[in-house]
């Protein structure tokens, strides 16, 4: 479980969380919704401690963020942020490779070599194996990362937008292959996803943010509805129901 207890964060003297407290169950997909700047990505990047904490505290399983080595942690926990750092020279095969240096450090192994070539035939990378990512059209490029980061091969997954660059087919197949790493491999997946349908229709469990705040939690069928819609994105959308599932009729 990931464990977050009354966080509060500022920048340049601007709120971006307000006492945030949330337990993110093991297993499944929990996706985070809620407008631009609700303090989405502010929260995913300090649970991965790419920010530092400046109160409360955080937990993955019994690692307290800040206090345990970052070695450690990257074995259990890794994230695609938003803005992943980009290295166009590289081929597919030697970024996905980058995500088991936390297990090899410089010197891989058969082991590592296997998990790398299982990313790369997972996310239908084999052929591009050897392109260099500038050669890479944006959505193959965003399949490389999200390769690299299942490399990792951590129980904890944070995915911030990854479905930024993709058409629907590349997005329903990631969104099922997150579904197949939950249910098959025991993974859990926290996602920041724009698309509350999306999140609906692939997530176990929904956090709706607003204004650095959690406002609901829970599961698809349990909170959305046309009040979440209107209180968290302010906009009056119908909502309907198709073979159990809630769609929002945007
Ligand atoms: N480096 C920064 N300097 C100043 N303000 C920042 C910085 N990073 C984030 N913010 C502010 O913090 C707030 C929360 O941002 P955050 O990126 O966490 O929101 P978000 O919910 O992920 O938004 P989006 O959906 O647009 O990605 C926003 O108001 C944003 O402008």
Redesign the pocket.
């Known amino acids: 479980m990931i464990r977050v207890q009354d966080v509060s964060y500022e920048?340049?003297g601007?709120q971006?969380?307000t006492d945030v407290s949330v337990d993110i169950a093991k297993g499944g997909i929990t996706a985070?919704i809620?407008?631009?700047?609700?303090?989405?990505?502010?929260?995913?990047?300090l649970i991965a401690r790419l920010q530092q904490l400046q109160n409360g505290a955080i937990w993955v399983d019994d690692m307290q963020i800040g206090n345990c080595a970052d070695r450690v942690l990257a074995q259990h926990l890794s994230i695609l942020p938003?803005m992943a750092a980009q290295t166009p020279r590289l081929t597919v095969q030697e970024l996905v490779a980058f995500g088991r240096y936390p297990y090899h450090r410089g010197r891989p192994g058969a082991e590592d070599d296997a998990q790398v070539a299982r990313a790369l035939q997972v996310f239908e990378l084999s052929e591009l194996a050897q392109r260099p990512l500038e050669a890479l059209s944006g959505g193959q490029r965003q399949r490389a990362q999200i390769a690299m980061i299942f490399a990792q091969d951590t129980d904890y997954v944070l995915l911030?937008?990854p479905l930024n660059n993709l058409d629907i087919a590349a997005s329903r197949s990631l969104m099922w292959t997150l579904q197949h790493m939950c249910r098959d491999h025991g993974k859990t997946i926290v996602i920041?996803l724009?698309d509350i349908n999306v999140a609906s229709r692939y997530a176990d469990m929904i956090v709706a943010?607003k204004g650095?705040q959690i406002v609901r939690h829970g599961s698809p069928t349990q909170i959305v509805d046309a009040g979440l819609v209107r209180d968290v994105f302010g906009t009056d959308a119908p909502v309907v129901e198709v073979n159990g599932e809630r769609l929002v009729m945007i």
Do not use: C
């Open positions: 920048i340049d601007t971006v969380l985070l809620g407008p631009n700047g609700a303090g989405k990505s502010t929260l995913l990047s938003q911030d937008e920041v724009h943010m650095g």
